[in-house]
């Protein structure tokens, strides 16, 4: 922290804040406006206090989207991770073969969110698709457009598919990091393969799993277009998850009030499993 | 051994994609008609129709436009803010980086009412600018945050002496200082791309037929004119390259660009 006081410095953050305020400020704060407000007509508008908060909160619709919510995210993370740091170490630390597995593992983070959504719904078929093929002729009954369970599980593993990638390199990158003297320091101590990852690997990676965590949290507690293609959020309300409720509420029903009380609830509850998280895996050490 | 591992991981990745272009390869009645691993013959009539159609065709360089202007902005403004972050201490700069990174946590369907009203009220509704301006929700905050964790790794020593040596601030900028963090933009521009190619909710809703991007295109087919697998394949398969492109060139850098920073 000698990094010099300098009060100047705001002239170079303002464009940020002009863009940011124009793109998230204001438009957050038509939401605020219209969670506690009744729109009539265009200049007709009652204030409803906490009602639209009340009527979302209270909602079984909501928690069942909330709980599947909670649940997808969950598992999310709990599959992504250690598969993606087990792949991570696997890759080798240097020479050709590691930059041409870098760029055929980061493939499918580079697909549109849509076509990722495009490409399961062709590969998890059961009458056209590669997998749903397979599922079948193994004997088990497969088909995510009719079953709720085998819908849930073909957007996991489509998650799963599409985003392990992104913890694979954090967290080489985190691994590339770790100065060869330990591993020669492990080495002298006849240290064995587990102890070395749990002593000096999984430490040195503590600060790129945070980030890992939190992006992966957050993007998989917003995730939409992938369901929304693949499933449309069905079969019944099976991979309904928060953002498709809530684009239901807000484009397809139109009801303003409880789409936008519940837009404030939605990333209240966003920011505050993100503290936690951050605050749980920065503290030690 | 953990080549096999590693081996047989991106094997199983690559075959959700394999199967795409497989399908692109086909005509709607051999992907209809039966199973089959291989096309009978490579088929290119799917990639005829989107590169002839203008409905197709048009949904890409929309697409392009609006994630061109948006990385350009994004860069534009996250640079000066990123080196005022890394360089300087200021009232209330680590509340400010906080709030920046709290946007990229808002999730855009939050979002789409304020932005469709807004973008409506101003006339921007239905134009690339519209969708360009919305994505740097989160393309900004990003692009700030990474090149933040950038320019902390160039010593300050190299501002100073720049200063001694009689060099102006903005010359020392334009003529040391970016050339300096080049791989470092290179990064922010990936991701700023990546994350706006990928988009689909937002600039969805912020367009309707003059700025359509590819991605809507794509779903409006699906659900209009019953399933054409074929060219919606094909048309999967282009979306993939500019991305397959652009990876390519700054896969070396990737990795380091996430750096938690001051958060």
């Known amino acids: 922290m000698d990094k010099p006081q300098n009060q100047r410095a705001w002239l170079f953050v303002l464009p ?36 639209w908060y009340r009527k979302v909160l209270t909602d079984p619709e909501l928690h069942g989207a909330l709980w599947r919510q909670l649940l997808y995210s969950g598992v999310v993370l709990l599959a992504e991770l250690p598969l993606g740091v087990a792949v991570a170490l696997c890759i080798p630390l240097s020479g050709a073969g590691s930059s041409l597995a870098l760029v055929f593992l980061g493939l499918p983070l580079l697909i549109p969110w849509n076509v990722v959504g495009t490409i399961w719904q062709m590969f998890a078929r059961g009458d ?23 819908a849930w599980l073909t957007v996991l593993i489509m998650d799963v598919w599409h985003w392990t990638p992104l913890v694979a390199l954090l967290a080489y990158a985190g691994l590339r990091a770790i100065p060869d003297a330990y591993y020669q320091a492990a080495h002298i101590d006849g240290a064995s393969r587990f102890a070395i990852f749990r002593h000096i690997e999984l430490p040195k990676l503590k600060g790129v799993l945070t980030i890992a965590v939190l992006l ?39 009801d303003l009030g409880p789409a936008a009380a519940f837009s404030i609830v939605y990333f209240l509850v966003i920011l505050l499993f993100s503290y936690i998280f951050y605050t749980v895996m920065t503290r030690e050490g | 051994m953990s080549m096999l591992v590693l081996g047989l991981y991106i094997a199983c ?174 990064v922010t521009a990936f991701f700023c791309f990546m994350f706006s190619w990928v988009e689909l909710l937002l600039a969805r809703t912020l367009t309707s037929v003059e700025a359509k991007p590819i991605a809507a295109t794509m779903t409006r087919t699906v659900s209009a004119a019953g399933m054409d697998w074929g060219v919606l394949a094909a048309a999967g398969v282009i979306t ?19 750096a938690l920073g001051r958060v």
């Not at chain 2, 993939?240 to 996430?258: D, L």
């Open chain 1, 16 to 51: 940020v804040v002009i863009m940011v305020a124009f793109s998230a400020l204001v438009p957050l704060m038509t939401v605020v406006n219209y969670s506690v407000q009744d729109i009539l007509g265009p200049e007709q508008r009652v204030w409803v206090g906490n009602e």
């Open chain 1, 128 to 150: 056209i698709g590669l997998f749903g093929v397979l599922i079948n002729k193994l004997g088990i009954d497969y088909n995510y457009t009719a079953d709720p369970v085998a």
């Open chain 1, 216 to 254: 992966r949290f957050m993007d998989s507690f917003m995730i939409y277009t992938e369901p929304f293609v693949l499933t449309g959020g069905g079969p019944g309300n099976s991979t309904t998850f928060l953002s498709q409720y809530l684009t239901r509420l807000a484009v397809g029903q139109f």
């Open chain 2, 13 to 186: 990745s690559l075959v959700p994609i394999y199967w795409l272009v497989c399908m692109s390869l086909k005509t709607n009645q051999e992907i209809l008609g039966g199973f089959s691993l291989l096309p009978a013959h490579f088929d290119l009539t799917n990639y005829v129709t989107i590169l002839t159609d203008p409905d197709w065709n048009q949904g890409y360089i929309n697409s392009i436009t609006y994630v061109a202007i948006n990385t350009v902005i994004s860069l534009a403004v996250a640079l000066p803010a990123a080196y005022a972050f890394s360089r300087y201490r200021f009232l209330g700069d680590k509340h400010l980086f906080f709030w920046l990174l709290t946007n990229r946590m808002s999730p855009p369907a939050v979002f789409l009412l304020p932005f469709f009203q807004l973008y409506s009220s101003i006339g921007l509704f239905d134009t690339p600018w519209a969708v360009a301006l919305s994505h740097t929700l989160f393309t900004v905050p990003l692009a700030v945050w990474i090149l933040e964790g950038f320019i902390s790794g160039i010593p300050r020593e190299i501002d100073e002496t720049a200063y001694l040596d009689g060099y102006s601030f903005p010359r020392f900028f334009v003529r040391i200082f970016i050339p300096l963090i080049r791989s470092g933009l290179g």
């Open chain 2, 240 to 258: 993939i390259v500019p991305g397959a492109i652009v990876i390519g060139f700054v896969r070396n850098y990737i990795a380091k660009g996430f």
